[in-house]
């Protein structure tokens, strides 16, 4: 059975029919004859596709059986997401911040892993909260301090659930430019250099920096976030714009990152040097 209509639908179920929707299109298989194998009208198969419904793992193993998808455990994995009813800590926040906010926290949760390439600011999981603050302080548009304060508690919630011991891996790349930034001035500036550094402690984050001596390369000036799924077919990648936060998950877009990020790690100093680096900024501020 189809589940009730959401208000918005969550990032995993767009994800769901988003792969449904490859599925079909590489299977060329239309959307009357997806309808038929659900016993549904064709319209319901559109909605589906668009996350708009829901959809029971059942049905997904149906379709993809009908598409003839022969990679079962990414099958399994989209039956899995279809079937997760996880109602998460990002929900208390629907409605007081963006939707594209919501999404991220939804991705971070379920992620097997996160990687992340910042050039004007460290990862949102790894900002401080004075830090954090004066970002948002600095927006483009400006925000009241109702809906600043909002926003920053969500972010420090997104940071407890990531930088907690045991949770999954966590790689932050970034540049030099970033860490030398004084986003509300000196004092807060050094005390999110020593927060990095404290983080950088977890065994399950690791935390490597781009010198400017390392000139310039492919994707440099592109801020990355790399979530990886249960099989590589479902990673995401998102980047910041200034309508929000974009997300890209084709075939061709996922391999161009992942290239994108090896040479930024390879571009890198080593976990010790890059340490020495931000200490030796902190002092410098």
Same mark, same amino acid.
């Given at each position: 059975? !189809?589940?009730?209509?959401?208000?918005?639908?969550?990032?995993?179920?767009?994800?769901?029919?988003?792969?449904?929707?490859?599925?079909?299109?590489?299977?060329?298989?239309?959307?009357?004859?997806?309808?038929?194998?659900?016993?549904?009208?064709?319209?319901?198969?559109? @909605?589906? %596709?668009?996350?708009?419904?829901? /959809?029971?793992?059942?049905?997904?193993?149906?379709?993809?059986?009908? *598409?003839?998808?022969?990679? =079962?455990?990414?099958?399994?994995?989209?039956? =899995?997401?279809?079937?997760?009813?996880?109602?998460?800590?990002?929900?208390? #926040?629907?409605?007081?911040?963006?939707?594209? +906010?919501?999404?991220?926290?939804?991705?971070?949760?379920? $992620?097997?892993?996160?990687?992340? #390439?910042?050039?004007?600011?460290?990862?949102?999981?790894?900002?401080?909260?004075?830090?954090?603050?004066?970002?948002?302080?600095?927006?483009?548009?400006?925000?009241?301090?109702? /809906?600043?304060?909002?926003?920053?508690?969500?972010?420090?919630?997104?940071? %407890?659930?990531?930088? =907690?011991?045991?949770?999954?891996? #966590?790689?932050?790349?970034?540049?030099?430019?970033? !860490?030398?930034?004084?986003?509300?001035?000196?004092?807060? $500036?050094?005390?999110? @250099? %020593?927060?990095?550094?404290?983080?950088?402690?977890?065994?399950?984050?690791? !935390?490597?920096?781009?010198? +400017?001596?390392?000139?310039? +390369?492919?994707?440099?000036?592109?801020?990355?976030? *790399?979530?990886?799924?249960?099989?590589?077919?479902?990673?995401?990648?998102?980047?910041?714009?200034?309508?929000?936060?974009? +997300?890209?998950?084709?075939?061709?877009?996922?391999?161009? *990152?992942?290239?994108?990020? %090896?040479?930024?790690?390879?571009?890198?100093?080593?976990?010790?040097?890059?340490?020495?680096?931000?200490?030796?900024?902190?002092?410098?501020?």
């Amino acid at each position: 059975m !189809l589940g009730p209509m959401p208000p918005t639908p969550s990032a995993r179920r767009k994800r769901v029919g988003i792969e449904l929707r490859k599925m079909r299109d590489a299977a060329g298989v239309t959307t009357a004859e997806a309808a038929v194998v659900l016993g549904l009208a064709r319209t319901k198969v559109t @909605l589906i %596709e668009q996350g708009i419904y829901a /959809v029971t793992p059942e049905r997904v193993l149906a379709l993809a059986h009908k *598409y003839e998808e022969s990679d =079962t455990t990414y099958v399994e994995a989209i039956a =899995t997401m279809a079937g997760d009813k996880t109602k998460g800590w990002w929900e208390e #926040y629907r409605g007081s911040v963006p939707v594209g +906010f919501l999404d991220i926290c939804e991705f971070e949760y379920h $992620a097997m892993g996160m990687r992340s #390439y910042q050039v004007c600011h460290p990862p949102g999981p790894m900002q401080s909260e004075r830090y954090c603050r004066a970002i948002f302080q600095d927006s483009q548009v400006k925000l009241t301090p109702r /809906v600043v304060e909002t926003r920053v508690e969500n972010r420090m919630r997104r940071s %407890e659930t990531l930088m =907690t011991e045991g949770a999954q891996p #966590y790689t932050a790349i970034v540049h030099e430019a970033a !860490l030398r930034m004084q986003f509300g001035g000196r004092d807060v $500036a050094r005390e999110q @250099l %020593e927060w990095m550094l404290e983080l950088s402690e977890l065994p399950h984050v690791t !935390l490597r920096a781009v010198s +400017f001596a390392s000139g310039g +390369f492919k994707g440099s000036g592109q801020a990355v976030y *790399y979530a990886s799924g249960r099989v590589p077919r479902l990673d995401t990648v998102m980047y910041d714009s200034v309508d929000g936060p974009i +997300f890209l998950d084709s075939t061709e877009h996922l391999e161009r *990152y992942r290239s994108i990020i %090896e040479q930024m790690t390879d571009r890198s100093l080593s976990v010790e040097g890059s340490r020495d680096l931000i200490a030796k900024i902190k002092k410098e501020i």
